[in-house]
T-cell receptor, first 112, second 115 residues
Framework: GIQVEQSPPDLILQEGANSTLRCNFS?????LQWFHQNPWGQLINLFY???GTKQNGRLSATTVATERYSLLYISSSQTTDSGVYFC??????????????FGSGTRLQVQP | EAGVAQSPRYKIIEKRQSVAFWCNPI?????LYWYQQILGQGPKLLIQ????????DSQLPKDRFSAERLKGVDSTLKIQPAKLEDSAVYLC?????????????FGQGTRLTVV
């Protein structure tokens, strides 16, 4: 089935710094989402971005489906950005069915 | 618009006991998913429904886990008997039918601790 790799696994930033998180996937996908998991475990939808570029405030994302990667940009980071960021893609599993498969996440800590 | 509802939020049980989790998806969402998230890992798909039919349950440990979505709306996930390694957060998500490859939304999850 499809493989999803995220990098870096851990990231520590000072408040105000910028960062780029990467998501690589092994096969064609028809859906890609970025989530932020807050300290209470809730998965918050950031972007639904199977291709192209989107921006939402200090966050933006770009997916290049033909090259099988997506990037999440965080600018002027704040302590509230801390948490785990997950990339999830809808690709074929070993069963031949499509399902939303998650990467292992990037754990971000923003220090004041 | 109401989000995906899950209950309970937390559950502590002893090993070999049984437990059930409930999920009510976003209204009109035909596709429902159950994921298991072990501490420090990404969520792993257990089962996917479209309406009241199972689309994929290849990663569901069927000797102890079962799930149903009888009327094509809410769903229950059951573990019987529970093992220590079942300690995890169980997440429910919903989306429009899979053919449209639309955005999935998650509930707050149920944190299960097996002691």
């Amino acid at each position: 089935g499809i493989q999803v790799e995220q990098s870096p696994p851990d990231l520590i930033l000072q408040e105000g710094a910028n960062s780029t998180l990467r998501c690589n996937f092994s096969d064609s996908v028809n859906n890609l989402q970025w989530f932020h998991q807050n300290p209470w475990g809730q998965l918050i939808n950031l972007f639904y971005i199977p291709s192209g570029t989107k921006q939402n405030g200090r966050l933006s994302a770009t997916t290049v489906a033909t090259e099988r990667y997506s990037l999440l940009y965080i600018s002027s980071s704040q302590t509230t950005d801390s948490g785990v960021y997950f990339c999830a893609v809808r690709g074929f599993m070993d069963t031949g069915r499509r399902a939303l498969t998650f990467g292992s996440g990037t754990r971000l800590q923003v220090q004041p | 618009e109401a989000g995906v509802a899950q209950s309970p939020r937390y559950k502590i049980i002893e090993k070999r006991q049984s437990v059930a989790f409930w999920c009510n998806p976003i209204s009109g969402h035909a596709t429902l998913y159950w994921y298991q998230q072990i501490l420090g890992q990404g969520p792993k798909l257990l089962i996917q429904f479209q309406n009241n039919g199972v689309v994929d349950d290849s990663q569901l440990p069927k000797d102890r886990f079962s799930a149903e979505r009888l009327k094509g709306v809410d769903s229950t996930l059951k573990i019987q008997p529970a093992k220590l390694e079942d300690s995890a957060v169980y997440l429910c998500a919903s989306s429009q039918p899979t053919g449209f490859a639309t955005e999935a939304f998650f509930g707050q999850g149920t944190r299960l601790t097996v002691v």
